[in-house]
């Protein structure tokens, strides 16, 4: 039997979060359940799941505060997931940098935060999983209105790279966890948090469009949020499906994610074979070179 975990997840009043706590508890794990708003997520409380609340956005001051008192909940945090996101969807031209930062604030700066609170206890224990919930929509950015969302879960996924290779010296893992359309209510959320309210006419036809494409699919998504997250436990905990396996850097989740990625491959290597001859023109052919 696997050792029972404790778990601190963002993000937990509905979707993703709230599906993964349920998951972790009816695994036997241990649960830190943390949202902006206690109040949203105290039918999560039990003798196994404790609440905190939890801004991701605030300062750093704050979040070490929060690690602390979780830490002193069990006497660790065995697995840090960072679910905390927002959609805040709108155009580049609309939003301008203040509205990228707005969805850069939760879904990078705040996950980056909230690791840099965890590490110091991960690093003294010698183990722990950090997991980070990003998006298909980071190579499938080429989405009107969803710009700002996927750039930073783009380099949430950059980051998490970065970050798995500075901290596997502490024994620490990072599970990138990359899911496709879920049942969840991302869709009236974002819709409930543009990351503007300003409105150039030129784009109305484009926006209108777009934004039925996107209410038309709210509902029917092709995949379901809680066994995304078991499947989640289970790559962390070496169980299930996972069983036998190390885990992997990258979790693609659903079949439509599969497709997307494979499809970005497909159009990536086309370009490169296309233009390898620009690509390759540049190389320097007398001297040494050294590769990173």
């Not at 003798?47 to 605030?58: A, G, M, R, S």
């Not at 233009?275 to 023109?281: A, E, F, G, I, L």
Request: proline share 3%; net charge neutral.
């Amino acid at each position: 039997m696997s050792p029972q975990l404790v778990w601190l997840i963002t993000g937990t009043s509905s979707g993703f979060g709230e599906a993964l706590t349920k998951v972790a508890l009816a695994r036997g794990d241990r649960v830190i359940a943390t949202a902006r708003s206690v109040e949203k997520i105290k039918h999560l409380e039990g003798p196994t799941c404790k609440t905190l609340q939890l801004d991701v956005t605030h300062d750093f001051d704050r979040i070490q505060a929060v690690a602390k008192e979780a830490v002193a909940s069990w006497g660790r945090v065995d697995v840090l997931v960072n679910n905390a996101g927002v959609g805040a969807p709108g155009l580049t031209e609309e939003a301008g940098a203040a509205g990228y930062q707005k969805a850069f604030a939760t879904n990078l700066f705040g996950a980056i935060n909230v690791t840099n609170a965890f590490i110091p206890y991960m690093r003294d224990a010698k183990s722990g999983t950090i997991v980070l919930v990003g998006s298909r929509h980071a190579w499938r950015s080429q989405v009107p209105l969803m710009g700002s969302y996927a750039s930073s879960k783009a380099a949430l996924h950059a980051w998490g790279e970065a970050l798995s290779a500075e901290v596997k010296i502490f024994g620490i893992r990072v599970l990138i966890v990359q899911p496709g359309a879920h049942r969840t209510d991302m869709v009236s959320n974002a819709e409930a948090n543009p990351i503007s309210s300003k409105s150039l006419p030129f784009y109305d036809g484009m926006k209108k469009a777009v934004t039925a494409i996107y209410k038309g699919m709210d509902g029917k998504q092709p995949n379901d949020a809680s066994k995304a997250m078991t499947a989640v436990v289970d790559v962390v905990r070496g169980e299930g499906l996972a069983e036998g396996k190390t885990m992997p850097l990258w979790l693609v989740l659903g079949q439509d994610a599969e497709d997307d990625l494979r499809e970005n491959f497909r159009v990536r290597l086309q370009n490169l074979d296309e233009w390898k001859d620009v690509t390759r023109s540049v190389l320097i052919v007398s001297g040494e070179a050294v590769h990173l």
